[in-house]
């Protein structure tokens, strides 16, 4: 009589309270984009709305391994780094709405968050803008002296401008603490990365400024958290260095496209590599997490969410005046007044 074996779980790398966090960090940023995805739906939200759901671990990996002073900037798909950086589901969501509690006073919107106490500089609309700056940033950092590092978000997209590999030159050629990160997600906006490049291992583009560059699973907050471990050491003591994260977004590019472009099986395909759901049956399956401590978490998030929902309809819209601030500083035009 033939007897079933049962397949041996491996030993989990990290500790309980690492991946707790890394599932309660993912979970509010899916929690908090089903909810934007929603409130879209209903016109709370106006303009461009560019959702995240899947790409969450590339997130949370990084999050594990930064320091709160180092300096990030990224894309318009932006609602789940500003929340990995501290920024408060209160701040973003009223951004969101427009509101002036809105981490950038209600005047940025979806697309273009921004706080200077978390050392987060955006959110940035046109594609591939963010790529110089966040060499700038670095550039800052390193004559300052600061021991700090940027990194630098973009989109698989992006890779197309010119602005990249003129930014990937002088970063090199100055030994930037930079670490750029490519989340390729398979499509610029309904564009495949098949039908727009002969290099379709991403990576590979960095090798051409010999800056070390190398492919990760960014479905796994594991894979992510190790190659940001080594990323931000590198970049710290020797400069540039490029990783490109493999990940994939459930929903299309925005809230406007229906993502007719993709099958259903190739979707599912992902699903199954949830990095949400694997971290949470790690937590069960190795009993680090109970059923009921996983139900208290979600709720938890969910009180986090509606909450910020609440906060941002109760919160004022900007007045008028606030159109003619935060143009340029007083301080460097003082012939501009009120």
């Known amino acids: 009589m033939e007897t079933a074996t049962k397949t041996k779980k491996s030993k989990p790398k990290y500790s309980r309270e690492q991946y707790l966090k890394w599932y309660e960090d993912m979970q509010l940023m899916r929690r908090f984009?089903?909810?934007?995805?929603?409130?879209?739906?209903?016109?709370?939200?106006?303009?461009?709305?560019?959702?995240?759901?899947?790409?969450?671990?590339?997130?949370?990996?990084?999050?594990?391994?930064?320091?709160?002073?180092?300096?990030?900037?990224?894309?318009?798909?932006?609602?789940?780094?500003?929340?990995?950086?501290?920024?408060?589901?209160?701040?973003?969501?009223?951004?969101?709405?427009?509101?002036?509690?809105?981490?950038?006073?209600?005047?940025?919107?979806?697309?273009?968050?921004?706080?200077?106490?978390?050392?987060?500089?955006?959110?940035?609309?046109?594609?591939?803008?963010?790529?110089?700056?966040?060499?700038?940033?670095?550039?800052?950092?390193?004559?300052?002296?600061?021991?700090?590092?940027?990194?630098?978000?973009?989109?698989?997209?992006?890779v197309r401008q010119g602005a990249l590999h003129e930014a990937f030159n002088m970063a090199m050629l100055w030994e930037l603490p930079v670490i750029f990160i490519v989340e390729n997600n398979a499509y610029a906006m309904g564009t495949s990365v098949e039908r727009t490049s002969n290099v379709h291992d991403l990576y590979k583009i960095g090798l051409a400024y010999d800056m070390p560059s190398y492919p990760v699973d960014g479905m796994s907050v594991e894979a992510v958290h190790e190659a940001m471990d080594m990323a931000a050491r590198h970049a710290r003591e020797k400069?540039?260095?490029?990783?490109?994260?493999?990940?994939?977004?459930?929903?299309?590019?925005?809230?406007?496209?229906?993502?007719?472009?993709?099958?259903?099986?190739?979707?599912?395909?992902?699903?199954?590599?949830?990095?949400?759901?694997?971290?949470?049956?790690?937590?069960?399956?190795?009993?680090?997490?109970?059923?009921?401590?996983?139900?208290?978490?979600?709720?938890?998030?969910?009180?986090?969410?509606?909450?910020?929902?609440?906060f941002a309809e109760e919160s004022p819209y900007p007045d008028p005046s606030e159109l003619f601030k935060d143009v340029y500083t007083q301080e460097d035009y003082p012939y501009i007044t009120e």
């Open 33 to 158: 984009e089903e909810r934007a995805g929603q409130l879209y739906g209903m016109q709370k939200i106006k303009g461009f709305c560019h959702l995240y759901i899947g790409q969450e671990a590339v997130v949370a990996g990084a999050m594990s391994v930064l320091k709160a002073e180092d300096a990030m900037i990224t894309a318009y798909r932006d609602h789940a780094h500003a929340l990995g950086k501290g920024i408060s589901a209160r701040e973003v969501m009223a951004e969101l709405f427009g509101k002036i509690t809105g981490c950038s006073k209600g005047k940025g919107g979806s697309m273009h968050m921004f706080s200077k106490a978390h050392r987060f500089f955006g959110g940035h609309g046109i594609v591939g803008a963010q790529i110089p700056l966040g060499a700038g940033i670095a550039f800052a950092e390193k004559y300052n002296q600061t021991g700090n590092l940027c990194v630098c978000y973009f989109g698989d997209g992006a």
């Open 239 to 310: 400069g540039p260095i490029y990783l490109e994260m493999k990940t994939y977004r459930y929903r299309g590019h925005s809230m406007s496209d229906p993502a007719k472009y993709r099958t259903k099986e190739e979707v599912e395909s992902y699903k199954a590599q949830d990095p949400v759901e694997i971290v949470k049956q790690t937590l069960l399956d190795h009993k680090m997490a109970s059923e009921e401590d996983i139900e208290k978490i979600n709720n938890r998030i969910n009180e986090v969410v509606e909450d910020s929902v609440k």
